[in-house]
């Protein structure tokens, strides 16, 4: 009976390089299941879907590592951590939405997904500080993105992202830096950020900025208000 599926952890089902596996929409009933194991199912390489059920609260490292064929996941609305090198190199996956709850936090999360267009996370409360890297690096059809800016305190997260165009912020911090997180990105990227938040933006190094309305600050604004700061910081010396 799939619905009293006793095992917590996936990696107990031994998946790992198992290249019959096409499709497991039935894995959402395996309510018992708290976490999806290390490498549980790595190097599946003709799993193309798969839909998590609502119990799962880690997905484990390298839990979906080089499953090329990868196209969909559902979270399924579960609240689920996802660590370091959980979707590495799924270069299938198109489109990825994280229900309110569920958050990247280790490096590498979805690093070499090449086919990957839009990363989305709904609003969530009482989302951990993390400091991850690369979360995204070599992404390099990414087009938009919407996160917190707070799980971006590691460097390379979007690094060669060469079809970024739009980063939308649901917290009003950056993590870090611009050239920290944006080593060879596309230029001219738009960020939309939270209405407030500009200065604290502008002193990372960004420009491009947008707040909520979606009304954007010229460049030659941005640079006048980087040389008023600057000139602020340097009179208080």
């Known amino acids: 009976d799939l619905h009293s599926f006793p095992t917590r952890r996936s990696s107990d089902l031994s998946f790992k390089g198992n290249t019959q596996i096409t499709s497991f929409e039935e894995l959402q009933y395996f309510t018992g299941l708290t976490e999806i194991g290390e490498k549980a199912f790595e190097k599946c390489t003709s799993l193309t879907s798969v839909k998590l059920p609502n119990t799962v609260t880690s997905i484990r490292h390298a839990a979906f590592l080089d499953c090329g064929q990868l196209a969909s996941i559902n979270f399924n609305c579960c609240k689920a951590e996802i660590n370091y090198e959980a979707f590495e190199n799924c270069t299938s996956l198109a489109n990825v939405t994280l229900p309110s709850g569920t958050y990247p936090e280790g490096y590498s999360c979805f690093f070499g997904c090449t086919s990957l267009k839009s990363f989305v996370m709904e609003a969530s409360d009482d989302l951990p500080d993390k400091w991850y890297e690369g ?100 009179a208080k010396l």
Do not use: W
């Open 135 to 234: 979360a995204f690096s070599q992404c390099t059809n990414l087009e938009t993105v919407v996160i917190y800016g707070k799980l971006l305190r590691g460097p390379n997260n979007f690094k060669d992202c060469t079809s970024l165009q739009t980063v939308t912020y649901l917290d009003n911090t950056p993590g870090t830096s611009y050239n920290q997180n944006f080593k060879g990105a596309a230029s001219g990227i738009q960020f939309i950020i939270p209405e407030g938040s500009a200065e604290t933006f502008l002193h990372q190094g960004y420009v491009n900025l947008s707040d909520k309305s979606a009304l954007p600050i010229a460049r030659e604004e941005l640079e006048d208000e980087v040389a008023r700061i600057e000139a602020m910081a340097t």
